[in-house]
């Protein structure tokens, strides 16, 4: 079987160069892409009669929006085309403040741990093989999911062409490790590899591989053969410990684990630990940011004067706000568009700005430090222009290893359309 990764999908020439060298082999074959609803016409379009045609199975990653959506544009788009209404399965349920609601996530551990009183606003969860591969055993033709993890459809669509069973750890390993290269796209072929100003100019192409039933996994690009640095750069990009890389379908040991050319070789793998990989968001607070500007003769003079008056007024704040107080400023406003960076060291200075950042635990306490800033604006030293000022919630993303028992995944076939 043969996989093909063609990253985000919305450049038609390089995804369909890719499915030329995907096809270039017997089968099954497998094309991943990333998408987003308004890029399916653009990005599918060109390639969409000869998956349905070769029997070329599409998985699509919506990394943010409504995975049926893009579903449907897909099934509209084949009616445009004049071809058959192919068989579109739909992963979703990633959401879990939707399927769980926020008491279900209390007690999680995540990285960083939140703040004592911040309010869970968003949890979302990465999800694995498991739901691609009942659907590809149910015919799907298309599968559009919401977010994954890396190696999720290389996992499912290898057990599927094999029918490895899901104790056979070590097989499902390899597939892992082989989804993971691939869906760093051209930096796995060399694109971080290659500088203009050592190597000779070459083209980077996209990355393709055999995965061979007995777990065996060989590499090709589109374009140059891949050179091993960058697979095995790929590979091991972010992994913290490669004894005990964790997917939700299997435990990855990449202690014995060879690159001998293109061919990987003696990836290891256990049981999953039971959990998926996830993020909460929480909304920790208030923030505010403020600025304005001074031009001409004086202004730096102008700006301490502002800033001074912008510190007494701000000194009666609730001493659980943080604030930092800025002048910023070498021709920062008054360099017009399309002037040379170059010319800085020949110009004088003549433009600075004064920056306020606020941080409070309520929104009221932030809209009172900018009604100060306001206040120095308007009553402060003369001349100040370019004012502006914003207040939103502060959120912070902290990783989670969120436990099996409280994911729903949703996998379905699309009906028909009306």
């Known amino acids: 079987m043969r996989l093909a990764h063609a990253g985000r999908g919305g450049r038609p020439d390089e995804t369909k160069e890719a499915l030329v060298h995907l096809t270039a082999a017997p089968g099954p074959h497998c094309l991943m892409l990333r998408l987003a609803l308004r890029d399916v016409e653009r990005a599918l379009a060109p390639i969409l009669i000869e998956c349905l045609s070769g029997r070329v199975r599409l998985a699509i990653e919506v990394p943010a929006g409504d995975p049926a959506a893009v579903a ?19 992963v979703d349920g990633g959401d879990l403040l939707a399927t769980q609601g926020g008491a279900g996530l209390l007690g999680v551990p995540c990285d960083p741990p939140p703040p004592p009183d911040s309010v ?80 000779a100019p070459r083209a980077i192409g996209l990355p393709i591989c055999d995965v061979a039933e007995d777990g065996a996994v060989v590499f090709e690009s589109t374009r140059d053969p891949p050179p091993v640095a960058g697979l095995a750069l790929a590979l091991l990009d972010g992994v913290e410990d490669p004894r005990a890389w964790i997917e939700p379908d299997v435990r990855v040991d990449l202690d014995d684990a060879t690159l001998i050319g293109a061919r990987l070789s003696g990836v290891r793998g256990d049981a999953a630990p039971g959990h998926l990989p996830g993020t909460l968001v929480f909304e920790t607070g208030f923030v505010g940011e403020a600025e304005l500007a001074y031009g001409g003769t004086g202004a730096a003079g102008r700006a301490i004067h502002a800033a001074r008056a912008l510190e007494t007024r701000l000194a009666g704040m609730p001493p659980d706000m943080r604030v930092r107080i800025e002048i910023v400023g070498l021709d920062a406003a008054t360099r017009g568009c399309g002037a040379r960076a170059a010319d800085l060291a020949v110009v004088p200075g003549k433009d600075v700005r004064v920056r306020l950042a606020t941080r409070a635990p309520t929104r009221d306490a ?13 009553f402060g030293p003369a001349g100040a222009g370019g004012v502006r000022q914003s207040a939103h919630p502060e959120r912070r993303v902290s990783i989670a290893a969120i436990p099996a028992a409280l994911t729903t995944a949703r996998a379905s076939l699309l009906e028909a359309d009306a």
Not at 72 to 86: E, S
Not at 366 to 378: M, N, Q, R, T, Y
């Open 120 to 199: 869970l606003v968003a949890a979302h969860v990465r999800f694995g093989a498991a739901p691609l591969l009942a659907l590809f055993a149910k015919g799907a033709e298309i599968i559009v999911s919401g977010p994954l993890t890396p190696s999720a459809t290389a996992i499912a669509f290898a057990r599927y062409a094999h029918r490895w069973p899901a104790e056979d750890h070590a097989r499902i390993a390899a597939a892992a490790a082989a989804g993971r290269i691939l869906a760093a796209g051209p930096a796995a072929v060399g694109g971080d590899l290659f500088d203009p100003a050592i190597d």
């Open 72 to 90: 449907h544009a897909v099934n509209a788009l084949a009616a445009k085309l004049g071809r058959r209404r192919p068989r579109v399965g739909i």
């Open 366 to 378: 932030v809209d009172a430090a900018l009604a100060e800033f306001a206040a120095v604006a308007a």
